[in-house]
C-alpha cells in the first residue's frame, strides 16, 4: 500500500479549503424554498418544545423524518439562530462524506483513497449542495456510511465483521431518519443487482439479519411509535403520499423527463467528466472472481440503482442523484492510472476552454443584464465569475503540467473546488432575490419585537416566503395560499384565510397588523383602497403596515 505524506505546500491548501468551506456557510442568506424551510423547522422546534412532530409555520409538516431537524436544533440552541448555525450540519456532513470515501476506497490503495476524497469533495455537485442547506447532503453521508460498513465488513471476519454490518444497518437508520423508506431500498436494489451480476450470494449471508434488524428497529421505531401515537394520521400521509404516491404519481407538481438526471451528472460530476464516462462505462465488469466480493462492481450497482431509480420517479429534482457521488468518485479513483493520467489532461483542455468561456462572461455581464431590477444585484457576481474563470485556467496549466499518482488529480480537484467555491461567493451578491434575509432588519426594531413577541400579526398574502419566518422568529397566518403547507391547514384550519377579500375585510377592522405581500398584490390592494404604510421591500416582496 502506497503512503502519503502531506508536503507543507499541500497542507496548507487543504486548511485554507477547509476554513472557506466551514466560513462561507454563514456569509449569504438562507434561500428559498429549501433553506428557509430546513432552517425554519429546527428554529420551531426550539420554540416549542416539541421534538415529535415537525412544524412549518406553525402547522404540522411530515413529509420528512426529524433527524436533521434535531441536528440543526442542537446547532441553532448552541451557536444561535443564524444561517451559519443552520448550515452547518450540512457542512460538517459532507466533510464526513469525503473521509468515509476516503476510508472506503482504501480498498484499492492509499493512492487512490486520496484520489477518491479529492474528486469528491471537488465536484461540482457536491460543493454546491455541501453548501446549502437540504436534507440530501444528511442522506448522502449516512447512506455512504452503510455502503462503507457493508463493503468493509465483506473483507473482514469474526467480530470486527460483526461490527462493520452493524455500523451498516446504524448507518440505514440514520438515512431513514433522514429521509425516509429510500434509505432502505436503494441499498437493497444496489445488493440484488450486484448478486445478478457477480453471481456471487454470499454478501446475502453476511448482513448479520438477527442483530442488524433489531439495532434498525431500536434506532428508529421510537421517533414512529410516538408520532402515530400523537398524530393518527402520520401513517397514510408519510408512508402511503409521501412514499408510494410521490414516487408513482405526478401529485408534487416536480415531473421530469427520463433523461432529466443525464445532463444534471454530467455537469455535476465536472472537472471529472471525462473519468466519470469512462468509470461508468466499465465499472460494470468484473475484476474478482465470482467467490471474491468485487467493490468496484458493487459501487458500480450503486450508482446505477440510485441513477435509475430516480429517474423511474414521477418527482425529480437536482439533488436526488447526490446519493451515487461517492460511489462514482471510487469508481474513477480505481481507473488504471494510465487511462486515468489521459483523461486528466484532456481535462486540462476542458478547464481551458471553461476558463475562457467564464472570463468571456464576467467581461460581457454588464452588457448582459437589462432587467433594472435584478441588474444591481447580478453585476456583484461579476468578480466571482472571473476568479472562477482563473481558477480555470491555472487548474488547465497545472493539471496538463503535473506527474504522479496524486499530484493531476490533486492540482485538478483545488481548481475545480476553487472554481466552485467562487460560485458560493457569487450567491451572496443574488441573495435578495432568492431569500427573504432583507426584509425582517428593515422593520423598525420596536415593530419587530412587537411581532417576534406576537403582539402584531402577520399575514402572508397569496405568497409564502419560506426564509422570512427564520428572520422574523414567528409564523404568519396564510392568506390564499395552501401549497405544500395544505395537509397541516388541514389539521389547523383557522391558520389559513381563504381568501384576499376575506383578509381586507380582517385588515380594514383589526389593529395594527403586517402583510408579506408581492409588488402585483400591493397594487391590486392599493387600487382597493387598503390602508398600507410600506415597511420593507426586496425584490420580490414587501412588507406593509396598517398603521
Not at 465483521?161 to 425516509?180: N, P, Y
Not at 468496484?296 to 436526488?320: H, N, Q
Not at 475545480?416 to 467562487?422: C, D, Q, R, V
Request: glycine content about 6%.
Amino acid at each position: 500500500m502506497v503512503r502519503v505524506r502531506l508536503r507543507p505546500l499541500a497542507l496548507t491548501a487543504l486548511l485554507l479549503a477547509l476554513l472557506a468551506w466551514l466560513l462561507l456557510p454563514g456569509l449569504r442568506g438562507l434561500f428559498n424554498p429549501d433553506e428557509g424551510r430546513y432552517a425554519e423547522i429546527p428554529r420551531e422546534m426550539l420554540a416549542t418544545g416539541d421534538w415529535v412532530i415537525p412544524h412549518l409555520n406553525g402547522l404540522v409538516y411530515i413529509e420528512k423524518p426529524p433527524l436533521q431537524y434535531w441536528a440543526s436544533a442542537i446547532s441553532e440552541a448552541v451557536f444561535g439562530r443564524n444561517e451559519w448555525a443552520a448550515r452547518l450540519y450540512t457542512a460538517l456532513c459532507a466533510l464526513v462524506t469525503v473521509w468515509v470515501t476516503f476510508l472506503a476506497a482504501q480498498g484499492f490503495g492509499s493512492a487512490a483513497a486520496w484520489r477518491a476524497a479529492i474528486m469528491l469533495g471537488s465536484s461540482l455537485l457536491f460543493v454546491l449542495l455541501g453548501q446549502q442547506l437540504t436534507l440530501d447532503m444528511g442522506l448522502t453521508t449516512w447512506m455512504t456510511v452503510t455502503f462503507y460498513g457493508f463493503c468493509a465488513a465483506q473483507r473482514a471476519e469474526g467480530r470486527k465483521r460483526r461490527g462493520l454490518m452493524l455500523l451498516a444497518w446504524a448507518g440505514t437508520a440514520a438515512a431513514f431518519l433522514t429521509k425516509g423508506l429510500v434509505a432502505g431500498a436503494l441499498p437493497l436494489l444496489s445488493l440484488i443487482l450486484y448478486s445478478l451480476l457477480q453471481r456471487d450470494l454470499k454478501p446475502w449471508r453476511r448482513l448479520e439479519l438477527l442483530r442488524g434488524v433489531p439495532l434498525f428497529l431500536v434506532l428508529s421505531l421510537p421517533w414512529l411509535a410516538l408520532i402515530q401515537h400523537r398524530l393518527p394520521q402520520f401513517f397514510d400521509f408519510f408512508f402511503v403520499r409521501e412514499h408510494f404516491q410521490r414516487f408513482l404519481t405526478k401529485i408534487e407538481d416536480r415531473y421530469q423527463p427520463w433523461w432529466f438526471f443525464i445532463p444534471v451528472l454530467l455537469a455535476g460530476s465536472l472537472p471529472w467528466l471525462l473519468p466519470a464516462l469512462r468509470a461508468l462505462a466499465t465499472g460494470w465488469r468484473a475484476q474478482l472472481p465470482r467467490t471474491q466480493f468485487d467493490l468496484r462492481r458493487f459501487a458500480w450497482a450503486w450508482c446505477a440503482v440510485v441513477f435509475v431509480f430516480f429517474s423511474a420517479s414521477d418527482s425529480k429534482l437536482i439533488p436526488y442523484i447526490l446519493p451515487l457521488l461517492p460511489q462514482l468518485a471510487l469508481l474513477m479513483a480505481a481507473l488504471p492510472e494510465d487511462a486515468l493520467r489521459r483523461d486528466i489532461r484532456r481535462t486540462a483542455v476542458l478547464l481551458a476552454v471553461l476558463g475562457v468561456v467564464v472570463l468571456a462572461g464576467a467581461m460581457a455581464l454588464p452588457v448582459l443584464l437589462h432587467n433594472p431590477a435584478r441588474a444591481p444585484l447580478f453585476i456583484g457576481i461579476r468578480w466571482p465569475l472571473a476568479l472562477m474563470g482563473a481558477c480555470f485556467l491555472a487548474g488547465a496549466v497545472a493539471a496538463w503540467r503535473a506527474h504522479g499518482r496524486i499530484r493531476p488529480v490533486a492540482v485538478t480537484g483545488a481548481a475545480g473546488y476553487a472554481a466552485f467555491m467562487s460560485a458560493v461567493w457569487a450567491a451572496i451578491a443574488v441573495a435578495p432575490l432568492y431569500s427573504g434575509s432583507t426584509l425582517a432588519p428593515q422593520l423598525p426594531p420596536a415593530l419587530l419585537q412587537a411581532v417576534r413577541a406576537g403582539d402584531v400579526p402577520v399575514y402572508s398574502v397569496g405568497t409564502y416566503d419560506q426564509s422570512l419566518t427564520f428572520y422574523l422568529e414567528h409564523t404568519v397566518t396564510l392568506v390564499e395560499w395552501r401549497g405544500e403547507l395544505d395537509f397541516g391547514l388541514t389539521l389547523a384550519p383557522q391558520r389559513f384565510v381563504p381568501t384576499v377579500a376575506d383578509f381586507e375585510s380582517a385588515w380594514r377592522a383589526g389593529s395594527q397588523a403586517l402583510a408579506v405581500v408581492e409588488p402585483r398584490t400591493y397594487a391590486r390592494l392599493q387600487a382597493d383602497g387598503l390602508p398600507m404604510v410600506l415597511r420593507a421591500s426586496s425584490p420580490k416582496h414587501l412588507i406593509v403596515s396598517r398603521q
